[in-house]
């Protein structure tokens, strides 16, 4: 067990050792591979299985997670499958796949998903999904909204091209836009994978709400959708509406999705002041965070980052965004955020040399732009 607090006073060669072990660590996202496969042997693709090409698409990649008592044992890689075929369908429940030798469609749990790398059916679609792993989240946004009116598209690849449009719109702080996006996924049968992208405020994005995003989140927080009230309220957190607010994440606390009512816990992270987050937060969020499972931990991780920087811990912050960059990387803009939050900790600590490596061991592996190296504390 790592116990975290007994680092406090060790914050250079604390950060030197967790910055060696993410840079040994596999750098592959959850939704990017690493999982362990059978040895491969020829395979004969099947007429039941062609006829789904021909129908759905081509063949995808799967991964998904065997149940652990706690998300550190999903670090190993023993415990992520992989499987490749044609999907039908994925939702909550179930996830369809149609593999290449199979003359009928295999179940697998739909709520273990820890990834997917889409085959898509529509050239149109692959495209988008490009220009989100080349970081261009406007044309993302913009095209976008033109592939998803296409027809006999599966509705699973909907789901995703649409969770790929709400991280583009909060990478360039269009918060409202992404708010309105998710609203896709609030309102079907969406998995938890594809939820965990809810534009929530997991850092200081409080600081920059408007009068006209205030607006929107009053009626997101009366929606009869719970992930849409959590959004309302978690945008409200920091305004004239916070006891509403407060109230209404206290409710979602106990609602019967387990990420909505997680969520809304983490959301209420924020009202401990700072001076009480060790004594009175840190082990307990450190729990909350571990019991989601791995690809719900993103965000979460951003805010106790954030909140640790709030308490004067920056080696402890450091720590927290280093795991987001590791465990993380399919989250563009939440990695690439830690990347620069955890170089400016290490320069207001005085230690250059910490900040520089974190952006070329770490930047470099989310093609960071040039500027990352000359100026880590660069702000989009």
Not at 81 to 93: T, Y
Not at 232 to 252: C, F, P, Q, T, V
Not at 259 to 287: C, N
């Amino acid at each position: 067990m790592i116990h975290r607090p007994s680092f406090v006073n060790r914050t250079k060669s604390f950060a030197v050792v967790w910055l060696c072990l993410v840079c040994c660590f596999p750098m592959w996202a959850w939704t990017q591979g690493g999982g362990t496969q059978e040895p491969r042997t020829e395979v004969v693709e099947t007429e039941y299985y062609r006829q789904a090409v021909e129908k759905l698409g081509p063949s995808s990649k799967v991964l998904w997670s065997e149940p652990g008592e706690n998300s550190l044992n999903r670090w190993r890689a023993r415990s992520i499958i992989e499987a490749s075929g044609v999907v039908v369908s994925w939702d909550v429940d179930k996830l369809v796949v149609i593999k290449p030798e199979a003359n009928g469609p295999s179940n697998f749990p739909g709520d273990l998903v820890v990834g997917i790398e889409p085959g898509w059916k529509s050239p149109a679609y692959a495209q988008v999904h490009s220009l989100f792993e080349q970081r261009k989240f406007k044309e993302v946004l913009q095209q976008g909204q033109a592939v998803l009116s296409l027809a006999e598209i599966p509705r699973w690849q909907q789901r995703v091209m649409v969770s790929e449009m709400v991280d583009s719109a909060m990478a360039i702080q269009q918060y409202s836009a992404a708010a309105r996006v998710f609203k896709v996924l609030a309102q079907d049968s969406t998995p938890e994978l594809l939820l965990s992208r809810i534009p929530l405020p997991w850092s200081d994005e409080l600081l920059r709400v408007t009068p006209a995003l205030t607006q929107e989140a009053l009626g997101w927080i009366e929606s009869d959708k719970p992930a849409m009230q959590l959004v309302g309220a978690s945008w409200l957190l920091a305004g004239e509406h916070r006891l509403a607010a407060i109230d209404k994440l206290k409710s979602l606390s106990s609602n019967a999705s387990p990420m909505i009512a997680a969520y809304s816990k983490i959301q209420l992270w924020r009202l401990t002041i700072p001076e009480e987050i060790l004594s009175d937060g840190f082990l307990e969020w450190v729990a909350q965070r571990d019991a989601l499972p791995v690809p719900l931990q993103a965000g979460p991780t951003m805010l106790l980052a954030h909140r640790l920087e709030q308490a004067n811990q920056p080696k402890l912050a450091i720590a927290e965004w280093l795991r987001v960059t590791s465990m993380h990387a399919d989250r563009y803009h939440l990695a690439e955020q830690a990347v620069r939050r955890g170089a400016d900790a290490a320069k207001k600590l005085g230690d250059e040399e910490l900040a520089q490596k974190i952006v070329q061991k770490i930047g470099s592996s989310f093609s960071l732009p040039k500027r990352f190296g000359n100026d880590a504390s660069a702000r989009d």
